[in-house]
């Protein structure tokens, strides 16, 4: 299958909704200050936003999926985006923290629907042979969102205060309605895409049927094991480690923040295109994502003292592995699922990270409020203590990605697929190399 340009446009808007929702995903975090001076709260309650619209994000995933199977990505597209807009639209007129929480509630709530209404786009207007890099360039190029709100967000906040910044926030999702209604169609033939507008009762169905399958099972525990690092450093504690952990300066946690996204832009289109040629190593891929984000981490906490410069760069480069090696997983809820189950399925799969990213969040602040009795002054040593956090989902990640894959290997074998162990493939390369010789 070609290729047509109609493809390039339905994926280009549902790229713009994706990176507007990134926007408002980070709009809050970038007016932290403004917010905190508005509504008189403190860094704790700061941070419990965060909490509640990643809670809002990963709770909503199944329904979502299973409603994108029911309703199709462009219906689901067009409501997360209306919805969103509604949300900036209370917090610009918030006064009290119930309210903004309330539109913040309705900006997880849109967000959710997003994503995966424009994978569920991304596999059905283009060659399989072209999903997976389609798929991490979907995930990259959303990630421009983040600059936005860093960027020409936070000048208008700073340059017409809060209700115009948020108010234009909105208006951003306004746009993306009217582009999704003109320009997004399910699919390029809309009667050969099962989707089963309107017929609720295979919804329940579809959803036990894509979770027995363990191939979605390897989706999730992948998405799971090897997204929250980069969610965890990025949203909530790389920054406060670096500059009050390793007494670095705010420039420099800058700069490895931006580098982290900048080495994620390069590894994206490879792990990308490592999916396409080597199908049957996908976990291998996801497993080595996972020993390089845990293998930093462990540098980074063991080192005695403030740890040097090359360590922090050698964290973020492989932290910057953490998203793509996240979209991997989506490889997985496609390829083991039939069309019509894979807005469930992925969704399921898009549980992992983010509850993973909560998990790890709150059990880094409970740490550390133990460790300090609530100040906010921390120390190295108490970084390192709460830090820890991260093993338990490495751990436990790791224990589910190896059964999960264990059981899909047994279905793929009762389908005549026998994935050779690797030993045995670099033995057979070993030995064809020996024989050219
Ligand atoms: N900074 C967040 C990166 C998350 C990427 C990840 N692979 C993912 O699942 N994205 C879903 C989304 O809604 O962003």
Known sequence: MATSRRAWVVWGVGLVAYIVAVLHRTSFGVSGLDASARFGISASVLASFVVLQLLVYAG?????????????????????????????????????????????????????????????????????????????????????????????????????????????????????????????????????????????????????????????????????????????????????????????????????????????????????????????????????????????????????GQAPIWTLVLLVLSLSLSGPGSMVAFDFARTFNPPNRLGTATGIVNVGGFTAALITILGVGIVLDIRTGGASTYELDDFRIALCVHYLIWVSGLVGILRARRLVRRRMAEHGVVVPPIREVIERRRRHRRSQT
């Open 60 to 304: 909503l995933q199944v329904p979502v999926g299973v409603l994108l199977d029911q309703i199709g990505p462009r219906r689901l597209l067009i409501i997360g985006a209306a919805i969103m807009a509604a949300g900036q639209v209370v917090l610009a007129a918030a006064g009290s923290v119930p309210v903004a929480m309330g539109g913040r509630v309705l900006v997880g709530a849109g967000d959710a629907m997003t994503f995966v209404s424009v994978l569920r786009l991304v596999a059905a207007w283009f060659p399989s042979g072209r999903v997976p890099v389609m798929t991490q360039l979907t995930g990259l190029i959303g990630q421009l969102g983040q600059v936005l709100s860093a960027v020409p967000f936070v000048a208008v906040l700073h340059q017409f205060g809060w209700p115009v910044a948020y108010t234009s926030a909105a208006s951003m999702s306004v746009l993306v309605v009217v582009l999704a209604v003109a320009a997004i169609r399910d699919a390029p033939d809309v009667r050969a895409v099962p989707i089963r507008t309107g017929v609720w009762g295979g919804a329940g169905r579809d959803l036990v049927t894509a979770w027995k399958h363990p191939g979605t099972r390897l989706g999730l525990w992948s998405h799971y094991s090897t997204g929250f690092a980069g969610i965890v450093f990025a949203m909530m504690w790389g920054f406060p480690f670096i500059v009050a952990g390793q007494g670095r300066s705010q420039a420099l946690a800058g700069t490895l923040l931006t580098l982290m996204v900048l080495a994620g832009g390069v590894a994206g289109p490879v792990l990308g295109v490592l999916v396409t040629r080597h199908p049957l190593r996908r976990s291998w891929l996801v497993l080595g994502v996972v020993v390089a984000n845990a293998a930093a981490w462990t540098l980074v906490i063991v080192w005695p």
